[in-house]
């Protein structure tokens, strides 16, 4: 049976693991932003690809090396809320 507590239990479950697999793509890519945004304002260079290019390639990066992670991760809480779901009804 399907119960409030149990249902708060599964929402605030899944909000963390959304907030912990966005920010492992999300924090490199702020520090080398903020590492360029310092080069920048130290030469005084505002080009507009200079900012974007350093954060793809890290964004890039990331998802290559931890996107197996990150999709695992999904997958099993997924798999999980079936199997839980199977047991609730029946």
């Known amino acids: 049976m399907m119960t409030i507590d149990l249902a708060s ?21 702020l520090l080398v932003g903020l590492c360029v945004s310092i080069f920048q304002a130290t030469t005084q260079i505002n080009e ?25 991760q999904l997958v099993d809480f997924t798999i999980g809320i079936f199997h839980q779901a199977a ?3 029946g």
């Open 9 to 29: 239990d599964i929402v605030s479950s899944g909000v963390k693991l959304v907030l912990i697999v966005s920010l492992v793509g999300l924090i490199p890519s």
């Open 48 to 72: 507009q690809t200079l900012s974007f290019l350093p954060r793809l390639a890290t964004t890039l990066l990331v998802l290559i090396f931890a996107g197996k992670w990150m999709i695992t």
């Open 87 to 89: 047991q609730l009804v």
